[in-house]
């Protein structure tokens, strides 16, 4: 018999990164060695005083329900601490807890759009985005991005170019995946000021706010009239190692906030309990492994960058932000007789175990775009594997 789905399935896209995890496991299976540059997830274990708050918090019972936005304490916590890194006023009720970040673009999106409603988001991109528009009936409207000497840069031409009277809502994720592009304060202004003159609703996704290594990160929700339209996409999956856990937030203006945490009712009705009081210890307590972790990946990131630019035909920056690097492989490709990435991609999987994924995991490519790009994710992969692997890469390209 076959299923009769509903006709809504249809338009649901997935995260293809982890069919390219699958497929590299499947690879291993045969004895092979995988250098796993493909998941945005880390190898890096929660630090120690959040496991025992969790623990403890289990022990002591926190094991049923407990309000829907959230427990009170995290939620005045995080009050605080983004008030204090955004430059912002918050109190609780600004604050809907979820089970990680992710949940935050759809409810987002459930929230403000309507059917037929246009949103800007970023292609490259999340994959979710695109995937949660499609599915509730938006008109999506991609913009993409510049490789410029400094990095990527916001195509805000191509933003601006698209706002239509139709157009609501705005997606933008600074620090990006899989870019890594970071607003100066000059472009995140411009962003704003076209939102405020649109009026345009913004999902403002800062999964990697602290993933940053040589500067303090910036919302776009401290410009004058952007926080009455702005939700934060707040993760603990990065900065606290904290993938697996499942808890972020939605924060923003109380109506939005309260329209967004009815979804939390009709859904999972609460975040985990005790996870939450995991949470609030991550917040509360000492951010030396945050620091030792962005130590890490810093060494990660520039033992790759070395490496990738030596090989022949391909170029990457040294991004500020996210534990991502884009590399431009086009004129590899071209050295190789190659016109799709996913050749490129397979062929330096299976010759040398060096996995990751390509510009076509992140959207669908944009008419006109002839730079080809992979993407590499190193919070996976200890230093001296990725010596070991790009060493491998590097004797395969030459
Ligand atoms: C840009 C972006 N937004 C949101 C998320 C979701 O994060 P979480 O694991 O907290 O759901 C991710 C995860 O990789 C991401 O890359």
């Given at each position: 018999?076959s299923?009769r789905?509903?006709e ?7 995260e ?26 880390l ?5 120690e ?23 009170l ?35 987002f ?9 246009e949103v800007?988001?970023p292609?490259?991109?999340?994959p ?13 409207k ?17 933003i ?17 995946n ?15 000021d ?20 040589d ?7 401290r ?36 329209a ?17 009081w995991?949470g ?19 060494e ?22 996210t534990?991502y690097l884009?590399?431009?492989i ?50 996976g ?12 890469m590097?004797?395969l390209l030459?």
């Amino acid at each position: 018999m076959s299923i009769r789905f509903a006709e809504r399935n249809k338009r649901l896209g997935t995260e293809t990164a982890f069919a390219v995890g699958a497929e590299a496991a499947q690879f291993s299976l045969t004895g092979a060695r995988v250098y796993p540059f493909h998941l945005g997830d880390l190898n890096i274990p929660t630090p120690e005083h959040i496991v025992e708050a969790a623990i403890r918090a289990i022990r002591e019972g926190k094991t049923g329900y407990c309000p829907t936005p959230g427990i009170l304490p995290l939620r005045e916590a995080l009050a605080e601490d983004i008030s204090r890194s955004r430059d912002l006023n918050l109190d609780a009720g600004n604050v809907s807890i979820q089970t990680g970040g992710k949940p935050v673009i759809g409810k987002f999106i459930m929230t403000l759009m309507n059917p037929g409603d246009e949103v800007l988001y970023p292609n490259p991109g999340y994959p979710i985005y695109e995937s949660m528009i499609n599915f509730h009936e938006g008109v999506g409207k991609p913009y993409g991005f510049r490789e410029t000497e400094k990095g990527f840069a916001l195509d805000l031409d191509a933003i601006e170019r698209q706002i239509s009277p139709k157009t609501k809502l705005l997606i933008y994720n600074n620090y990006h995946n899989p870019t890594s592009a970071e607003s100066d304060e000059e472009e995140m202004k411009r962003l704003a000021d076209i939102c405020l003159k649109h009026n345009l609703y913004v999902l403002s996704d800062e999964a990697y706010f602290d993933m940053l290594y040589d500067s303090k990160g910036m919302s776009i929700s401290r410009f004058p009239g952007l926080f009455e339209r702005t939700v934060i996409l707040f993760t603990f999956s990065k900065k606290f190692a904290m993938t697996g856990w499942r808890l972020g937030a939605a924060i923003g203006p109380k109506e939005i906030i309260d329209a967004i945490s009815l979804f939390n009712v009709n859904d999972e009705s609460c975040t985990n309990h005790f996870v939450q009081w995991a949470g609030l210890a991550a917040i509360k307590g000492p951010m030396e492994p945050y620091r030792e972790m962005l130590k890490t990946l810093k060494e990660r990131r520039d033992t790759s960058v070395e490496i990738l630019n030596q090989m022949k035909g391909i170029s990457v920056g040294k991004p500020n932000s996210t534990f991502y690097l884009f590399a431009n492989i086009t004129a590899a490709m071209k050295d190789l007789g190659m016109q799709d990435v996913e050749d490129f991609r397979k062929q330096v999987l299976y010759k040398t175990g060096v996995s990751f994924t390509t510009r076509n995991h992140f959207g669908t490519p944009l008419p006109g775009e002839k730079q080809k790009y992979i993407r590499l994710a190193y919070s996976g992969i200890n230093t001296s594997d990725i010596r070991e692997g790009l060493g491998k890469m590097k004797e395969l390209l030459g």
